[in-house]
Nanobody, 119 residues
């Protein structure tokens, strides 16, 4: 499964950005999609995920500021990021969990998109 992420960039603190990630190929059972982020020297951390049924999970630091949504027909996930802070600066990675025919879920990753928030 190839994931195509877009939408990163430079924004001032307090501003907004919207990330998009599409899985253009069809025929896969994508059970969860989401965003993770990573800064130098730190482990990749979950930002937000959304299941195929619409259930969402957010890391505490983005609750109330970020909103994840999904278009199942387009296999696309969006992350609307508002009230951005300098600590949101990171490389954001799109993730898709795909259920295989034998039942297990395999994770796929996009190429990463850089979000830089200037203070």
């Amino acid at each position: 499964v190839q994931l195509q992420a877009s939408g990163g960039g430079l924004v001032q603190a307090g501003g907004s950005l919207r990330l998009s990630c599409a899985a253009p190929e069809r025929g896969f059972n994508i059970v969860v999609m989401g965003w993770y982020r990573q800064t130098p020297g730190k482990e990749r951390e979950l930002v937000a995920i959304i299941t195929s049924s619409g259930s969402t999970t957010y890391t505490d630091s983005v609750k109330g500021r970020f909103t994840i949504s999904r278009d199942n027909a387009k296999n696309t996930v969006y992350l609307q990021m508002n009230s951005l802070k300098s600590e949101d600066t990171a490389v954001y990675y799109c993730n898709a969990g795909v259920r295989q025919t034998w039942g297990t879920v395999v994770n796929y990753w996009g190429q990463g998109t850089l979000v830089t928030v200037s203070s």
